[in-house]
């Protein structure tokens, strides 16, 4: 059964680098996605990507963040200067349709310390 | 009034119980809804869209109630598997998917 693949699962950082979460979305699926989750909160919508633009984005998804489809399979979340309070479990998500099903990836757990 | 709200429980029921969870959003134009179950640590996974007819799937059974804006899931003959948070996701009118805080489910022998 196909699946969203993410690395690296687990990602430490010092406050104020760079990092860049990789996902492969499901290889059919057109509409990709980005969330997060602090530990202990609900999942929080950052941003969708359709036909290599960003389509939705949310108030968290500000300057210091950006994504990228830089081949054909990669989905990249880049996070420009880390913060502390970036540390979450980030989520890739993909459907195949618009507002349809979305298939989640394991997550990348970023810790900013 | 926070846009999509549930109880966070825990709910606790024997195995073999019926347990049902409400969802309520607050955004009349919400176009698509969805329950995704989330294990501890785990990624959210799919359980299954809410059709406005209703509509099951094995032991689940899912029903969205537009006029008083709300989406339910049942679960038949609880599993100790079940045991894990049930999380409603609305999409709203500008397709940005919203997701519920979660009800946690724990299933006991």
């Known amino acids: 059964e196909p699946e969203v693949t993410q690395t690296p699962s687990h990602q430490v950082t010092q406050m104020g680098q760079e990092v860049i979460l990789r996902c492969v979305p499901i290889s059919n699926h057109l509409y990709f996605y980005w969330y997060r989750q602090i530990l202990g909160q609900k999942v929080e919508f950052l941003v969708s990507?359709?036909?290599?633009?960003?389509?939705?984005k949310s108030e968290i998804f500000d300057d210091q963040f950006s994504v990228e489809r830089p081949d054909g399979s990669n989905f990249t979340l880049k996070i420009r200067s880390t913060k502390l309070e970036d540390s979450a479990m980030y989520f890739c998500a993909s459907s195949e349709l618009h507002n349809n099903e979305q298939f989640f990836g394991p997550g990348t757990r970023l810790t900013v310390l | 009034r926070k846009e999509v709200e549930q109880d966070p429980g825990p709910f606790n029921v024997p195995e073999g119980a019926t347990v049902a969870f409400n969802c309520t959003y607050s955004n009349s134009a919400s176009q698509s809804f969805f329950w995704y179950r989330q294990d501890c640590r785990k990624e959210p996974k799919l359980l299954m869209s809410v059709y406005s007819s209703g509509n099951e799937d094995g032991r689940f059974t899912a029903q969205l109630n537009r006029a008083s804006q709300y989406i339910s899931l049942l679960i038949r003959d609880s599993k100790l598997s079940d045991s894990a948070t049930y999380l409603c996701v609305v999409n709203t009118g500008s397709y940005i998917p919203t997701f519920g805080r979660g009800t946690s489910l724990i299933v006991h022998p």
């Open positions: 990507f359709y036909n290599n633009e960003i389509s939705e």
